[in-house]
């Protein structure tokens, strides 16, 4: 089992940042991939980016070039930058993982809410 802590959500005006943070613990050595999810009221979750143990990434291309995935494998933590952000950036984040025997993990979700 894979526990995940998310941290580092909040309100921010547009064109701000945020760093998300998810710390995960348990049976880290089985996880693969980790990465970031959002939900927005109304619509479906969906990827924002991803990245590998080996530290390969995937971006969701609305936030490419916006978004910066990165992993601390030492310190078992995802992180997600986030810059210039947009009001449509506004949902709940969850972080995300897959280990090597099929499963996937979820934190609980944190609010990002971006102002015009």
């Known amino acids: 089992q894979v526990q995940l802590v998310e941290s580092g959500g909040g309100l921010v005006q547009a064109g701000g940042s945020l760093r998300l943070s998810c710390a995960a613990s348990?049976?880290?050595?089985?996880?693969?991939?980790m990465g970031w999810y959002r939900q927005a009221p109304r619509k479906q979750r969906e990827l924002v980016a991803a990245?590998?143990?080996?530290?390969?990434?995937n971006y969701a291309d609305s936030v490419k070039g916006r978004f910066t995935i990165s992993r601390d494998n030492a310190k078992n933590t995802v992180y997600l930058q986030m810059n210039s952000l947009k009001p449509e950036d506004t949902a709940v984040y969850y972080c995300?993982?897959?280990?090597?025997?099929?499963?996937?993990?979820w934190g609980q979700g944190t609010q990002v809410t971006v102002s015009s």
């Open positions: 995300h993982a897959d280990d090597t025997y099929y499963s996937d993990y």
């Open positions: 348990g049976s880290i050595f089985s996880i693969n991939a």
């Open positions: 990245i590998t143990s080996g530290g390969s990434t």
